[in-house]
């Protein structure tokens, strides 16, 4: 059994749901399909969350009339039976009711998950209808039954693979299952989501609880790139990577695949393919365990970036400096991407910005910080263990223009990182693809 999950933009118009039919009624390979909300709809969903949480009940109730006006018109273009469409409106209504009924009750952060959740359910209902209305016979899973989350929104993946397990015992003759991505229950069993971008995590998750023979994430575009095509002319999908190379380089390419996503798979050793819905005969990439390529196989960046210097005398020679300095990032839930360290100072980049004053007011009293923000990583990615001579040589060669604040390498032997201001990233990551690919 397979799992074949497509994202918003694949099920975002009703032309594109029916190539989804056609790419999953091809093979006879049994199959767990996991579909995204229509692109545009999570987002507006946000929104409308947002809205509710600022009190502004005219705001949210247009947004919430024209999603509902988007669904209207995308139902009728998607079916063609009367019976199909009537099932169609009935979905369509119940879930614009629940939305409606929210503007009445006071808001709190669960009936935002609630809110949240209506995307992937809707997408899936009307997907089903289609199936149904074309007699193909397919089997509606809601994701509530069997993924779940603990308390420190961790999904539980025994549970979830016990739970799937035994739901598919119930249905030996079927072949095609239909499932949401991103919606859970939580510790609270309160509906729940694993964050924006997360139905990849579900694939993922649900082909690590099955042990599926392949994981394929289809998506807008042919596979991961070298670089990143709206920024770098001449890029080109790679075939092949490792699990390890792939998760170096999903953080930064979290357009295309989730960077939670690749651990599941890796576990249970699930091959993951990234395809294209619109060109469903090209080669994408192909992320699995053992790959026997070597040298540079992908640059990837990411912007937002903020690099804290923390240096203290003290540091010289001492133990137990770094756990203290990593305890306050820990206490302020802050993970850390980049670290340099010297004798005297260590540097760290962050993403997330929410708690850094009262990290810059704790890191205060023992050291002195400065920050330097509108940074961007720039990550080479291969397997350069075998060519670490060049690899970083060429790197370094490359960037000679430019300032270069931080260099990372040895962390791990899949990636070389450096951090350079935003300014420079388009004429770094040119540069980069000029000296290290060979075309
Ligand atoms: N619909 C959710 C989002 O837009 C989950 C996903 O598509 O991966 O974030
Ligand atoms: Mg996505």
Not at 265 to 287: C, D, H, R, S, W
Request: glycine share 4%; hydrophobic share 45%; aromatic share 8%.
């Amino acid at each position: 059994m397979k799992i074949m999950k497509f994202g918003g933009t694949s099920v975002g118009r009703p032309e594109r749901m029916h190539q989804v039919k056609d790419l999953i009624t091809r093979g006879d390979e049994s199959k767990i399909v996991v579909l995204s909300a229509l692109s545009g709809t999570t987002n507006s969903l946000v929104s409308i969350g947002e809205a509710l949480a600022a009190a502004d009940k005219f705001l949210a109730k247009s947004r919430i009339d024209e999603l509902h006006a988007h669904y209207n018109q995308f139902y009728p273009q998607l079916l063609k039976s009367d019976v199909a469409k009537e099932k169609a409106q009935e979905i369509i209504k119940e879930h614009f009711e629940f939305l409606n009924i929210l503007l009445k009750i006071s808001f709190n952060e669960a009936i935002n998950r609630d809110i949240l959740a209506q995307g992937e359910l809707l997408s899936t209902k009307l997907f089903h209808t289609l199936l149904e209305e074309l007699e193909i016979p397919a089997v509606f899973l809601s994701a509530f039954d069997f993924m779940s989350i603990d308390e420190n929104a961790e999904p539980e993946l025994q549970k979830i693979s016990d739970r799937l397990k035994a739901i598919l015992a119930q249905h030996p003759d079927d072949s095609i299952f239909i499932t949401q991505g991103f919606i859970c229950k939580n510790h609270l069993n309160e509906v729940d989501n694993l964050k924006r971008g997360g139905s990849d995590y579900t694939a993922s998750l649900v082909a690590a609880a099955i042990q599926a023979t392949s994981c394929e994430i289809w998506t807008d575009i042919d596979g991961m790139h070298n670089n990143d095509p709206r920024i770098v002319d001449k890029t080109r999908p790679i075939a092949e990577m490792s699990f390890d190379e792939a998760a170096e380089l999903a953080y930064f390419g979290a357009k295309i695949l989730h960077p939670a996503s690749i651990w599941p798979a890796q576990q249970f050793n699930v091959p993951v393919k990234l395809l294209n819905t619109m060109k469903p005969e090209a080669q994408g990439t192909l992320i699995k365990a053992d790959v026997a390529t070597v040298g540079v196989k992908a640059i990837a960046a990411k912007d937002g970036i903020t690099a804290i210097k923390i240096k203290s005398s003290r540091m010289l020679l001492a133990y137990g400096f770094l756990r203290k300095v990593f305890e306050i990032f820990e206490k302020y839930k802050t993970p850390i991407d980049m670290i340099t360290t010297s004798e005297v100072a260590v540097s760290v980049t962050i993403d997330d910005l929410s708690h850094l004053e009262h990290i810059l007011e704790e890191l205060g009293t023992f050291c002195s910080v400065e920050v330097d923000r509108d940074q961007t990583i720039i990550c080479i990615v291969g397997n350069m263990v075998s060519e670490s001579k060049g690899a970083i040589q060429s790197v370094i060669d490359s960037l000679i223009e430019y300032p270069v604040r931080m260099v990372s390498f040895g962390g791990s032997r899949h990636n070389v990182s450096v951090l350079v201001d935003s300014k420079f990233k388009k004429e770094a990551l040119q540069s980069l693809n000029q000296d290290l690919f060979s075309w």
